[in-house]
């Protein structure tokens, strides 16, 4: 077994299985927000201030802002592992993914339950 400490989980199955996970809970936020923007055709920003003032709201918003997370480091993972085979260049690559992740993480929690 191939052992990396750049990698999300400790084994591949981990890593498929949050792969998978975080692919559904984006496809049910997805589908949620298509459907309520479908249902809500004059949408104004007290509505949508409404919906996302709403506690389970936040939760469920900031669920898929991790699972986004999660799901786009295990992807650029495999991808950057797979095609860059130099040790430092792709270590490089890999902190560089990881600090973008982070902050595009943080700058949604902190539009998400900020003041």
Do not use: C, E
């Amino acid at each position: 077994m191939v052992t990396n400490i750049t990698n999300f989980g400790r084994s591949g199955l981990s890593d498929w299985l949050i792969q998978r996970v975080s692919a559904v809970i984006l496809a049910l936020y997805a589908v949620f927000m298509v459907g309520y923007l479908l249902f809500h055709p004059g949408l104004d920003y007290t509505t949508w201030n409404g919906l996302f003032a709403q506690t389970w709201m936040r939760i469920f918003s900031l669920l898929a802002f991790v699972s986004l997370a999660a799901h786009a480091w295990i992807g650029l993972w495999t991808v950057v592992t797979d095609y860059i085979k130099p040790t430092g260049v792709r270590f490089t690559v890999q902190i560089a993914i990881i600090l973008a992740i982070f902050i595009f993480l943080v700058w949604g929690v902190q539009v998400l339950w900020g003041a």
